[in-house]
């Protein structure tokens, strides 16, 4: 049967809606769940109500599909989770580590260690300040995230990414490494290739999980250009770099139209420089 609900504003259909409680153990299963009226109805609730920090603070809107959530423990603080659910149009804001996103679409499965990310998104907004410098708008979207907690680290991959923005178009993956142990350095081994990038804009681009001497330098030295064609290959520590002792990689190619680039403070700037492959 039909539910329909309407907490704070017009109702909407829920589809199927089941709720289960055994004690201890809880599952909810929705075919459809409208965000923008779950989420202002949280708002109204008052403090005595145990709707967590983290959830108020996200604000989300959009759709849920095929919604599965299932909650052992306290459901105010679970000791372990699982969810499964098609998302469309998600935005949800900014908050501790969680990114911020507008008009995010795929499919997200998640539980206590472990989650998956498959996008399918057109036009969007991702706000990352963690991999990103500022948020990034996209055009599309695809491939898949993917994130693994063990007992020494937490592995991180992207396989198969196809992202468009207004500066261009990114396709590639990256495996990273985040010890929890803070005495020791993060991994990344990464392969990104690029095409019709905008050069002016490329700081905006570069993972903040970047060594800070390579973000500096390339921030000050791709000052304009179009780059056609490229690519980046890092791989090692990232503590290690710039790898003198031999013991990582890291490798810029492209093809570079109308550059200017500065490769050392104070070296004369040659304007509209077709530098071919570098």
Not at 88 to 107: C, E, F, K, T, W
Not at 143 to 152: E, I, P, V
Not at 230 to 257: C, K, M, Q, W
Not at 259 to 277: A, I
Request: aromatic content about 8%; glycine content about 10%.
């Amino acid at each position: 049967e039909q539910v329909f609900l309407g907490l704070s504003g017009k109702p909407w259909s829920a589809g199927k809606l089941r709720l289960e409680h055994r004690p201890g153990d809880y599952m909810l299963r929705a075919r459809h769940l409208n965000l923008d009226d779950l989420s202002a109805f949280l708002a109204t609730l008052s403090e005595e109500y145990a709707v967590p920090e983290w959830l108020r603070s996200l604000k989300p809107t959009g759709d849920l599909d095929d919604f599965v959530l299932q909650l052992r423990g306290d459901p105010t603080a679970p000791t372990t989770y699982s969810l499964q659910t098609g998302i469309r149009a998600l935005s949800v804001q900014a908050y501790d580590r969680i990114p911020g996103v507008q008009g995010l679409s795929g499919r997200l499965s998640l539980d206590t260690t472990s989650g998956e990310l498959q996008l399918a998104t057109g036009k969007s907004t991702l706000h990352m300040p963690r991999l990103f410098p500022v948020p990034v708008s996209l055009r599309r979207a695809s491939g898949r995230l993917a994130w693994q907690r063990t007992d020494s680290q937490w592995q991180i991959d992207g396989t198969g990414l196809d992202v468009a923005a207004d500066d261009g178009r990114v396709t590639g993956g990256f495996q990273a490494s985040l010890p929890h142990d803070t005495g020791q350095s993060p991994l990344l081994k990464l392969r990104l290739d690029f095409a019709n990038m905008n050069g002016a804009h490329a700081a905006n681009y570069y993972p903040v999980a970047l060594p800070e001497v390579l973000r500096h330098w390339l921030t000050r030295a791709v000052v304009s250009g179009r780059v056609t064609t490229g690519h980046v290959i890092y791989s090692g520590a990232l503590r290690d770099f710039p790898f003198r002792a031999g013991n990582g990689r890291f490798e810029v190619a492209a093809h570079v139209t109308e550059g200017v680039f500065e490769y050392l403070p104070g070296w004369p700037l040659p304007e509209e420089m077709s530098l071919g492959d570098i």
